[in-house]
């Protein structure tokens, strides 16, 4: 399991604790955004691409 993936599951549960929402997309979309934003310590979202495990093909 990479650091990422890592640090994703510890940033899923807490973000959770604090949400009422039943559709955990957007949670999950949210808890990628910060793990990238924490690991490449950048606020642009190319940056963000190699931090994100994803299927996308470009």
């Known amino acids: 399991m990479s650091a990422t993936t890592c640090l994703y599951d510890q940033v899923l549960p807490l973000l959770r604790q604090y949400s009422?929402?039943?559709?955990?997309?957007?949670?999950?979309?949210?808890?990628?955004?910060?793990?990238a934003l924490v690991c490449?310590?950048?606020?642009?979202?190319?940056?963000?691409?190699?931090?994100?495990p994803s299927r996308a093909r470009q």
Do not use: N
């Open 40 to 52: 490449s310590g950048q606020f642009s979202l190319p940056e963000w691409e190699s931090y994100v």
């Open 20 to 35: 009422h929402r039943r559709d955990l997309r957007h949670l999950k979309a949210l808890a990628w955004m910060v793990t």
